[in-house]
């Protein structure tokens, strides 16, 4: 992700910028990849105090993302509420990324109140100038310039007037299958799919365990970042499980039908022939010939049911998920993020420090920025951590403050707007109050 706008947003009443664009600090050149002439910054920390708005960053993201792929999450009194007249008006959300190395600009402009899509816009933009190209431009219902064919436009403004408030870029996946001469269409699909499977918001209860891939040697890196972590973890891996337990789980039973199993133990799910083929994706997450449950701790595969566990004390002794700490649930549910080294993807993840020792924080986003992937990947977090305001560990434009105004509007800035020196101490000037975003609690004992 190259920029994030939004405005109008729950505290966000102004339009905020997090911008992943380098700024002018030269420390740690190596959280930088360049982009032609331009630097895009592989992490981003946002902090601020209580209600202070740095929550609603991550929701801006995760809530239009959640529009343009038609998640459930819809909450139309989102906008600026604490002054009046900002119902009415139009709520903006816009994404500058990278796709196979082509930079893109898509946004689109709503009134939430009314559930209506205002405005709509897809670019392929250029870095150097302002030599933008649209691929198409949305007022209202119609598509109004762009390289469109006349055959999309059409066909897209007939589903546009058909389905309602439903984005443009939404849409065009209904011809997935049918793009043949659409070539903006195409494209689009393209880009649809980059918030489908590289953007990935990670809420404060989400987990990243569906993506593993569960092979032995992603296993062996897990369990080496464990130990390493000192959780007490010497190994993880699957266990076969009796079949017996896996009949009497009652929580298990919707799974259990969902996937054709029957009393006998498990049938292959792909090509099932059971009462009900078109599996609940919301119920497990298929990989390959294996079902995987939602929270990753049981496989299904054509022959058994494997519990996932792991290894503890001298003797190995074996553990369910259910028995291990919060932490070492939170470190094993982040884990991909250090581990995953074959796609590009933007992590944005709600308060990484939860249930987290400050020192295994530290360790986790210096393993992140030190580790040279073979494709570019992002970290983007909300966080009260301030052991991270640490010059020897991030840069100055890596680091954002999220501040509450005295009329409740919130404020994004960053630290590079300071001119600070490379040694001084971050954490300490922070808590003087020298930037701002800090609570001022004013608590006193009664005589």
């Known amino acids: ?10 505290s966000l009443r102004d339009e905020v910028t997090l911008s992943m664009v380098k700024g002018e600090s030269r420390s740690h050149p190596n959280h930088v990849y360049k982009m032609g002439d331009v630097g895009i910054l592989k992490m981003a920390a946002i902090f601020g105090p209580n209600a202070s708005g740095k929550s609603n960053i991550f929701n801006a993201l995760r809530f239009s993302r959640n529009i343009i792929l038609r998640e459930p999450e819809r909450t139309y009194s989102s906008y600026y509420r604490l002054e009046p007249g900002y119902e009415i008006r139009p709520t903006l ?3 500058e990324f990278t796709l196979n190395g082509c930079p893109y600009r898509y946004g689109f402009e709503i009134i939430l109140n009314e559930d209506k899509i205002i405005g709509e816009w897809l670019y392929r ?4 100038d302002d030599n933008d190209e649209p691929l198409f431009r949305r007022v209202d219902g119609n598509i109004i310039d762009g390289e469109m064919s006349g055959k999309e436009k059409e066909i897209l403004t007939k589903n546009i007037k058909k389905y309602g408030g439903i984005l443009t870029l939404t849409l065009c996946d209904l011809f997935r299958n049918k793009k043949k001469g659409y070539s903006v269409i195409e494209e689009a699909i393209k880009v649809l799919d980059w918030f489908q499977n590289d953007l990935i918001i990670i809420g404060v209860n989400n987990t990243l365990r569906t993506h593993y891939s569960y092979d032995k040697p992603e296993l062996e890196e897990l369990s080496r970042i464990l130990r390493a972590f000192d959780v007490g973890i010497s190994d993880i891996g699957f266990t076969e499980w009796i079949d017996d337990l896996w009949v009497n789980t009652s929580h298990s039973s919707g799974y259990r ?4 199993i029957n009393e006998k133990g498990l049938t292959e799910f792909m090509g099932a022939k059971g009462k009900d ?6 119920q497990g997450e298929e990989l390959g010939s294996i079902i995987i449950s939602p929270d990753a701790t ?6 058994k049911r494997e519990m996932l566990v792991s290894k503890q004390g001298k003797n190995g002794i074996e553990m369910l998920r259910v028995d291990e700490s919060d932490g070492t649930k939170r470190l094993f549910d982040l884990a991909p993020i250090l581990i ?7 992590y944005v993840v709600d308060e990484l420090d939860r249930s987290l020792h400050p020192l295994v924080v530290y360790e986790f986003v210096k393993w992140f920025l030190e580790k040279q992937y073979s494709k570019p990947k992002q970290l983007i977090t909300t966080t009260h951590q301030i052991t991270l305001m640490d010059q020897e560990l991030m840069r100055k434009d890596e680091i954002w403050f999220v501040e509450k105004k005295g009329d409740g509007h919130s404020e994004l800035f960053s630290l590079e707007e300071y001119n600070e020196r490379s040694d001084r101490k971050i954490d300490r000037s922070y808590l003087d109050g020298r930037y701002g975003a800090v609570p001022k609690v004013h608590l006193r004992r009664e005589e």
């Open 298 to 303: 049981e496989r299904w595969t054509k022959k």
């Open 277 to 282: 083929n078109d599996y609940d994706f919301e």
């Open 125 to 128: 933009i250029s870095l150097k």
């Open 93 to 95: 959300f816009e994404y």
């Open 1 to 10: 992700m190259i920029n994030f706008r939004c405005g109008n947003f729950r």
């Open 340 to 346: 995953k080294d074959n796609s590009d993807k933007t």
């Open 257 to 260: 039908e969902k996937a054709g």
